[in-house]
């Protein structure tokens, strides 16, 4: 498969080709800071509710230490996937990265009224595909705020905050921590000059550690040592079918000998990849943009052109209504879906059931 690397930031592409090694050593130097910071400061001791039979709604938080790319979004679907099952009403709370709701100053709050996908623009990608599933939303930087807002307006019995396990300042009744069973860690490196939003160590304040795009049942060797005595559990990407314009179910037989397109702008282009040859497809290119992005004219163009006439292009879920906008009408272009399995989900969420 060819890969096709395009990002929404031209000086991103600039530096890669020409002096993004000369920022290497000030990259290593704050990075070295940023460590030296955290290990200085005193570990944060997370707030903790009075369980399931406290007042008001359990808080289940989703989050990760390494930035982006851990399954937060499949995660939370199957969490409140789950509690509807058991006849619960689950909330979802998330900063509304890259909507204009994000800094509207106040909480916004989206109840599902048809398709996720009109509110993207105003809410961001993971709320539209909340409301696409058929879950509330409250959109807000500040998370206690957000909170306030989905008690009084939403009544839900339980609440999920989405990216949330950094914020030790908040209330929880269950604290999960995402860890990709592949790479626990990303490259072991702080930020800026690495991936770890926090040193491995912040592991040990979880409630329970998930270990996604699992392929076992046993801990890696480098996640072991920082783990502490959370109970571990261990969770799949799947593929969920695909979908066309008008919303139906299509056959992967349908596209067998066409050529496969994929594109995406996540922050785990592999993942999809991947995903999609467990569906049964077999592209031939795959053309990647920068997590969040927002397509154009001009994408369209570069997406459309990696083959001939026939071919099929395919998308994720969080790209699916902003690259509808984008690509003509004429194009075939279908959405496959991913849904995230945790082995003993129900004892995952026991503590708050």
């Given at each position: ?126 709320a539209a595909l909340y409301l696409d599933e058929g879950l509330p939303v409250v959109v807000c930087r500040d998370r206690a705020r957000a909170i306030e807002t989905a008690c009084g307006e939403l009544g839900p019995t339980h609440i999920i905050l989405d ?19 592949r790479r626990p860690f990303g490259n072991g490196r702080l930020l800026p000059g690495g991936e770890l939003r926090e040193p491995p160590s912040a592991a040990r304040r979880a409630d329970a550690i998930v270990f996604t795009r699992a392929c076992g049942s ?136």
């Amino acid at each position: 498969m060819r890969i096709v690397e395009r990002y929404s930031r031209g000086m991103r592409i600039y530096l890669a080709r020409e002096g993004w090694s000369l920022l290497v050593p000030l990259r290593f130097v704050l990075s070295l800071g940023h460590g030296f910071l955290l290990r200085l400061s005193p570990a944060p001791c997370p707030a903790r509710r009075s369980g399931a039979g406290g007042p008001g709604p359990s808080v289940i938080s989703v989050g990760n230490l390494v930035a982006g790319g851990a399954g937060k979004t499949p995660c939370v679907l199957a969490i409140a996937s789950e509690l509807k099952r058991r006849g619960r009403s689950p909330a979802v709370i998330c900063s509304g990265y890259g909507g204009t709701a994000r800094d509207a100053g106040r909480p916004v709050v989206a109840v599902p009224a048809g398709p996720g996908g009109r509110h993207v623009g105003v809410l961001g990608d993971e709320a539209a595909l909340y409301l696409d599933e058929g879950l509330p939303v409250v959109v807000c930087r500040d998370r206690a705020r957000a909170i306030e807002t989905a008690c009084g307006e939403l009544g839900p019995t339980h609440i999920i905050l989405d990216d949330a396990f950094h914020r030790t300042e908040l209330e929880k009744d269950l604290d999960i921590l995402l860890l990709d069973h592949r790479r626990p860690f990303g490259n072991g490196r702080l930020l800026p000059g690495g991936e770890l939003r926090e040193p491995p160590s912040a592991a040990r304040r979880a409630d329970a550690i998930v270990f996604t795009r699992a392929c076992g049942s046993s801990v890696p060797a480098e996640a072991a040592p920082h783990l502490g005595a959370a109970p571990v559990f261990f969770a799949r990407h799947l593929p969920a079918g695909l979908t066309g314009r008008d919303g139906r179910p299509v056959d992967v037989s349908s596209v067998s000998g066409r050529p496969v397109v994929l594109f995406s702008g996540i922050a785990r282009h592999d993942s999809f990849e991947d995903l999609a040859r467990e569906a049964g497809l077999d592209p031939a290119v795959s053309v990647r943009f920068d997590d969040h992005h927002r397509y154009r004219a001009d994408d369209a163009d570069l997406i459309v052109s990696q083959e001939g006439a026939g071919a099929v292009f395919v998308t994720t879920g969080k790209d699916w209504e902003k690259a509808l906008r984008a690509m003509p009408s004429s194009v075939e272009i279908l959405r496959l879906g991913m849904r995230m399995e945790i082995e003993g989900i129900e004892r995952l969420l026991a503590p708050v059931i």
